[in-house]
């Protein structure tokens, strides 16, 4: 097989580092559960406590805060105190963007 090595080059140089990869890859690693996408999907909405994602998602609280350990590790959300209350928003833009590019790509034909 022939190799060009113009547009290998080309593309070589384009290719992610290792590390990005594994962190991108572990950050798909997350989104890889149905109830952190459920949570993301809620928080896509507007910012909540865990006692509202507990109530919407019709989980426990403990469940709940496990899956937002997750996320939060992962910088997928993040999170301010109000008070003994807790509330969750979308880290930025970007989760918010690859969320809603992923529900786009299932649902199109």
């Known amino acids: 097989m022939d190799v060009h090595e113009i547009p290998i080059d ?20 997350a989104l890889s559960d149905s109830t952190r996408v459920r949570i993301i999907s809620a928080l896509a909405e507007r910012e909540l406590c865990v006692h509202d994602l507990a109530s919407v998602l019709d989980m426990s609280h403990s469940a709940v805060s496990h899956q937002l350990g997750t996320l939060r590790e992962m910088r997928l959300v993040k999170y301010h105190k ?10 930025d833009d970007h989760i918010y963007d690859l969320f809603r590019q992923g529900i786009e790509h299932i649902r199109h034909e």
């Open 82 to 91: 109000e008070g003994r209350r807790v509330f969750y928003t979308l880290d």
């Open 10 to 29: 080309v593309v070589r140089q384009k290719v992610v580092d290792e590390m990005t990869a594994a962190r991108l890859a572990d950050t798909f690693k």
